[in-house]
């Protein structure tokens, strides 16, 4: 089962292994950030772990709470049939919003890694092509921060390749499936 994981964990990178523990089944360790390439490395490559598969990669945000972010890593062994959770604990300082990048060992890590900066503004260290993958280049902000401010106004821009628009584009057309009344 994935225990011997967490034990293997323990052996292997000591200290490195903050906390560990099981919940509702899932077998759950927080790692530091300076170890979090050997350990996703070690559970990739050992043929003991063989966690081929990086089923996902998020980001929690605990706001009021020090530290505020937590990155989420869902590893899976297709041989080994067994699954983990690493955590690492982020803070909310700019020059410390960061994990390094896991790109370098699962090509999933990509889009899953620009996707938590874009909404979250979590940097990952070493990524290739860290830019928004959700939001334009000009959206101010991270929305899924819980700091977000709700009602908050970006910038409207038109593509340049847009159409140009004129009085019919917005109105509804009477046999129109939007219900919505116009007026």
């Excluded at 003991?48 to 998020?58: G, K, N, P």
């Amino acid at each position: 089962m994935a225990e011997s994981v967490l034990t293997a964990l323990h052996e292997r990178f000591g200290d490195a292994i903050l906390e560990t523990g099981t919940y509702v089944g899932d077998e759950i360790a927080v790692v530091a950030r300076e170890r979090l390439v050997d350990v996703l490395t070690f559970l990739r490559d050992d043929p003991d772990m063989a966690f081929a598969m990086l089923t996902d990669l998020t980001v929690v945000d605990y706001l009021h709470q020090v530290p505020r972010f937590e990155v989420v890593y869902q590893l899976y062994s297709l041989t080994k049939k067994h699954r983990v959770r690493l955590k690492v604990h982020v803070d909310e300082a700019p020059e410390q919003c960061w994990v390094p990048t896991a790109t370098g060992l699962w090509h999933a890590a990509n889009w899953a890694e620009r996707e938590a900066w874009d909404l979250y503004g979590v940097r990952f260290e070493g990524h290739p092509d860290m830019r928004r993958i959700l939001m334009y280049d000009e959206f101010v902000g991270h929305p899924l921060r819980k700091d977000y401010p709700q009602n908050a106004r970006q910038p409207l821009l038109r593509r340049p390749d847009a159409p140009t628009t004129d009085d019919q584009t917005t109105r509804l057309l009477e046999d129109s499936h939007d219900r919505r009344t116009s007026g």
